[in-house]
């Protein structure tokens, strides 16, 4: 049996039990690859003779990977995590959900079987004042936690409200949705859910009309940066296979589809292949009219203008005002660090947790450290950056405690599965200095092959080798 028809059968099986798991795994091409790619990735092998008491704050993909790493390379260590949620959201898949592609139980895990509180102190709470200058914190409920080394890994928050007319309310109703939208603490993805619904409204105004739909992208680092597009074209292409069209508009903050130029041209190659789609480059969302249906954007650009009288030519900066109707709309909101980081005195320039990008220790106090989404670093707010963060915070965090160099190098690694159609994907693997495909492919095309990978082995190796820190 080939390994396509095997994985047809596995996809009513998302829960996979880790024998399977790895059964599936084995036979796989993909998956022996990638893992082939990454097998040094665990660079603290021996345990570390070293002591302090190493904070973690965030019970995420990082949090948890960071947790399972520092737990296996310290000997006897001293580790207290605080997050406030024990159902563990498997976030990559709520696009799957949105799409109909997975199920909202097959999201769900649990962090008790990642925190053993044998030897981890677990507070159920988040932190709600960070004191870097003390070495301590104050959780929601008043509790402080004294620390030697501090693991920031946080994640990100979602402001539905900076975008005027629009409260999380509103998403699912009124041809409104933003897959992004859910509640970690409880462990809920309502926004995966109200998205497939959405394609379904959307499926069915389309049987009898030509509707008109919004996808935007906002002008701040989002969670997964392609989530927009996949969006765009999963439901475009949910409506082809019906035989059905709609008027499609991309309205993004961004100069272009994508940074990198294959991928880019590869991208309005996909576009192609569905309805008309109308690009509106460098439009920030700025305000939302529910009742009457239209959406308002601000269209910032440069100009470049003569001046008779001097002779000269200079850049000038314009906005205008773009209204836009809409009978369904896809909303991806701004996003930034939650309110503990953004009110403390650990954020740069950019605004999130000041890490240095390569080494991921904070550029002020060299005993704190980030991972995940938290850092503010040019790229990688992915899982799969996460993962390379993880055995680079490890090493680096244990050279700090031995009082040693930092040797280890994060190279900026993302990457981004973009889903062009049911059954392709795009892997868009990059770094600092650009394309890094795993498998030497041509990386700009879309392909079956990831599609499986995505939807099939991720979440399971995910589940038994990411989150347990042996990958």
């Given amino acids: ?45 021996a345990s570390a003779d070293v002591s302090g008491k190493i904070v973690i704050v965030g019970g995420g993909s990082g949090g948890i ?3 399972s790493r520092l737990s296996r390379a310290i000997t006897n260590p001293d580790i207290t995590i605080i997050a406030p949620n024990e159902v563990h959201l498997y976030q990559p898949g709520q696009v799957f959900v949105g799409a109909g592609e997975m199920q909202i139980d097959d999201l769900k895990m649990d962090n008790n079987d990642y925190i053993d509180q044998t030897k981890v102190t677990w507070i159920k709470d988040e932190v709600k004042t960070f004191d870097a200058s003390n070495n ?18 946080s994640g990100i928050q979602y402001h539905y409200e900076s975008i ?32 497939w619904d959405w394609f379904n409204e959307l499926k069915e105004a389309a049987k009898t009309s030509k509707p008109k739909v919004i996808y935007t992208q906002p002008n701040s680092a989002i969670k997964c940066g392609g989530a927009p597009q996949k969006m765009l074209y999963l439901s475009a292409d949910y409506l082809k296979l019906e035989g059905l069209s709609a008027e499609y508009s991309f309205v993004t903050s961004k100069a272009k589809l994508f940074s990198l130029p294959a991928i880019d041209k590869s991208l309005h190659e996909v576009q192609a292949q569905y309805d008309t789609i109308d690009n509106k480059f460098q439009h920030h969302f700025s305000s939302i009219d529910i009742k009457n249906k ?39 909101p701004p996003m930034s660090p939650v309110d503990s980081v953004m009110e403390s005195d650990l954020l740069g320039d950019s605004n999130w947790l000041d890490v240095d990008k390569h080494t991921l220790q904070h550029k002020k106090y060299k005993n704190i450290f980030g991972i995940g989404d938290v850092c503010g670093i040019p790229m990688g707010k992915t899982g799969g950056s996460a993962r390379h963060h993880g055995p680079i915070l490890t090493a ?16 900026g690694y993302t990457v981004c599965p973009l889903k062009t159609q049911y059954g392709k994907i795009i892997m868009a693997e990059f770094n600092y200095k650009g394309a890094a495909p795993t498998i030497p492919l041509a990386f700009e095309k879309p392909r079956w092959m990831w599609w499986a990978f995505d939807l099939y082995m991720l979440k399971p190796m995910y589940q038994h080798l990411m989150l347990t820190g042996r990958f």
């Fill in 1 to 45: 049996m080939e390994l396509k028809d095997i994985l047809k059968h596995k996809q009513a099986t998302q829960n996979l039990s880790r024998r399977d798991a790895m059964k599936l795994m084995g036979i796989s091409p993909i998956a022996a690859g990638v893992l082939a790619s990454t097998s040094g990735s665990s660079i603290a092998q």
């Fill in 396 to 411: 680096n965090l244990i050279s700090q405690m031995k009082g040693d160099k930092l040797k280890e190098i994060f190279d």
């Fill in 65 to 67: 990977m960071a947790l």
């Fill in 164 to 195: 005027k007319g629009l409260t999380k309310e509103d998403i699912g109703k009124n041809g409104i949705t933003s897959v992004y939208l859910n509640d970690l603490e409880k462990g809920t993805a309502l926004g995966a859910t109200a998205t």
């Fill in 136 to 153: 301590k914190l104050i959780t929601r409920s008043g509790e402080e936690v004294k620390y030697d080394y501090l693991v920031i890994a």
């Fill in 294 to 332: 239209k959406a308002t954007f601000i269209h910032a650009y440069d100009k470049e203008e003569y001046d008779e009288d001097f002779d000269t030519t200079e850049i000038v900066s314009y906005s205008d005002t773009v209204v836009l109707d809409y009978d369904f709309i896809h909303i991806v």
